[in-house]
């Protein structure tokens, strides 16, 4: 059974840092491809950073230049980083796992950014 634990949400600052964990347990978590999503209020679904089996990693839209997405295989956990977060930083942020056409969802985790 797969399993895509997200954990780190909670309230921030504005301005302020958050760090977001995701513990994978029933795959093979290195020959996977990893990504962060974020859905905010009223919003869609969207990408914030992903990084692949080969370690290639990358932030999109507006997180690109305050993320860091970085994966432990030792550990099956995949990371994200972001700096000087603001409002529109608030969302429920999702881990996915992705090998071809398969695909994996954590339950996510909620971020707040809020003084």
């Known amino acids: 059974q797969v399993q895509l634990v997200e954990s780190g949400g909670g309230s921030v600052q504005p301005g302020g840092s958050l760090r977001l964990s995701c513990a994978a347990s029933g795959i093979i978590f290195s020959d996977y491809h990893m990504a962060w999503f974020r859905q905010g209020p009223g919003t869609e679904r969207e990408l914030v950073a992903m990084?692949?089996?080969?370690?290639?990693?990358t932030c999109v839209g507006s997180a690109r230049g305050r993320c860091t997405v970085s994966r432990d295989n030792a550990k099956n956990t995949l990371y994200l980083e972001m700096n000087s977060v603001n409002a529109n930083d608030t969302a429920v942020y999702y881990c996915?796992?992705?090998?071809?056409?398969?695909?994996?969802w954590g339950q996510g985790t909620q971020v707040t950014v809020s003084s």
């Open positions: 996915r796992a992705s090998l071809g056409s398969e695909l994996h």
């Open positions: 990084i692949t089996s080969s370690d290639y990693a």
